[in-house]
């Protein structure tokens, strides 16, 4: 059985980090692009950073670009957000999904509020 599980939100302040965890269980983890969505009240849910297999390519989203980074961990089956100044609009579930051709899974969501 394939799992995605996310750690590390919770509730901060403007200009705070943090890092979101997501380790994947049940799925041969080098084999799949991983990234991040996230999906504020109201919104529909946007990919917001991706990550190739081997960790050589990655994607971000303009609203993130320069800071959020998204990085992977083959031997521990665990891909990152660290989110560095963060904003009240980055306030959002947050969600890791697994994906390759024809196959793709997703994690249960971890809340991420920025006070202002």
């Known amino acids: 059985q394939v799992q995605l599980v996310e750690s590390g939100g919770g509730l901060v302040q403007a200009g705070d980090s943090l890092r979101l965890s997501c380790v994947a269980s049940?799925?041969?983890?080098?084999?799949?692009?991983m990234g991040w969505f996230r999906q504020a009240p109201g919104k529909e849910r946007e990919l917001i950073g991706a990550?190739?297999?081997?960790?050589?390519?990655?994607y971000y989203a303009d609203s993130v670009k320069g800071r959020f980074t998204i990085s992977r961990d083959n031997d521990k089956n665990t891909v990152y957000l660290q989110m560095n100044s963060l904003k009240p609009e980055d306030t959002a579930v947050y969600y890791c999904?697994?994906?390759?051709?024809?196959?793709?899974?997703w994690g249960q969501g971890t809340q991420v509020t920025v006070s202002s």
């Open positions: 999904k697994a994906w390759r051709v024809q196959r793709d899974y």
């Open positions: 049940g799925l041969p983890f080098s084999n799949y692009a």
């Open positions: 990550i190739i297999r081997g960790g050589g390519s990655v």
